[in-house]
């Protein structure tokens, strides 16, 4: 994780003859993990387990046979509903899709791709096709044939097809790009504010000087990329960190609200139950939580 920017995971792809990333990733319902960014496409493929994916703010239900697309620049977590949640990650550098000399097809497609241009859908299901490309290049991946490589690429060539054709959700002009990963930055520092101060009282005028934004502006602007008010994010942070507590240490509920930034204990027990569907004491048994 970059220390400058809190959320930001830099991505190094060690093989740059095929840059590819595979893993198998496990998730258990008491994990929790930042949510992060990166540039990369990124996408996971669900074959056990329920769960949702967060993507910009947006919860996503995740399940087997559920692909969930990273676009670039898009923050996100995985989150187990119960048990274990097990998925494929593929995560691609753009590199793969640059070849010696320009043509048709990379003006046309990979380029806009390559920058970025191409938003896909978060959420595919019940593509035969789609499912068909994934299943191969795990195959692919586990077995490392002679040619693998090659069969892999071509099957990721295959699926970006299939996403252009069918799941395309919106294009937008390299302005449009600029100003979105700009925007991105300022709420980045945000929530580094966030995430270190949630324990204290937080302004959002402070939060509003600090990105040298409006007030109208910040707020529509946190909204639209965070997909939650600033005020409800800065309650999930805390409700998370009392769970953490709530799991984790001696202290008792009353002592918990308080130390997450919660100044009345009964707002703190209605705001939990209201995040996580059950209630602080159903979390830990405490004696004074009555």
Sequence with gaps: MDNKKLLYEKIDILNLSFPVIFHYDCVNAEDRF????HEKMEF?????GEGEVICNGKEIPVNPGVLTVINSNEIHEVIAISGKLKYYCIIIDNLLFKAMHTDICEARYINPIYQNLIIFENRIEKDNDINLCI????KEF???????ELSIKSY????????????????ITPNEYNTRVKNLDKINS????IEKNYNRNIKVEDLCRMAKLSKYYFLHLFKRIMGKPVIDYINYIRINKAEEMLLNSDANIT????ECGFNDANYFSRLFKKYKKMSPSQVKKDPYSK
Aim: hydrophobic share 45%; charged share 20%.
């Design 190 to 193: 945000i929530l580094k504010y």
């Design 135 to 138: 299943d191969n290049i795990v």
């Design 142 to 148: 586990n077995l490392k044939s002679l040619g693998y």
């Design 255 to 258: 002592e918990t609200a308080f």
């Design 44 to 48: 996971l493929y669900f074959v056990e």
């Design 156 to 171: 990721i060539f295959r699926l970006m097809v299939i996403l252009l054709r069918k799941h395309t959700y919106t294009t």
């Design 34 to 37: 930042t949510r992060h960014w």
